[in-house]
């Protein structure tokens, strides 16, 4: 009988440990982008500015609002960016690596930017 309770208690364990893991690891990869509709662009985690993040893997998807502004992220590895003219929402998976990450709204560049390190 004892031995039946601590499976039980060793597969409840490991279920409910599981289902923690999972949705945070799910909801600690995603990044959210967005340039527009005025001048401002960002890249938040959580609802918080990114400013460093460990290396791996994340889905970014970015929203952009505005015709006249585009969202290009750059660093080690990493060369994407949405069109000037589109509008809509564009998801990107991407691996970061150790480094210093940059993005952009490229006709803007000198007052829409903002970076973030891998470490």
Known sequence: MNRIRIAAAVVVAALVGGVGLASAAAHATTLKGVVGPGFNITLTSAGKKVAS???????????????IHNFHLSGPGVNKKTSVAGTGTTTWK??????????????????????????
């Not at 993040?53 to 015709?67: A, C, E, F, N, R």
């Not at 691996?95 to 000198?110: E, F, I, S």
């Open 94 to 119: 991407v691996t970061l690596k150790k480094g210093t990450y940059k993005y952009v709204c490229d006709p803007h560049a000198t007052i829409m930017k903002g970076s973030f390190k891998v470490k």
């Open 53 to 67: 993040l460990k290396p791996g893997k994340y889905t970014i998807v970015i929203s952009d609002k505005s015709s």
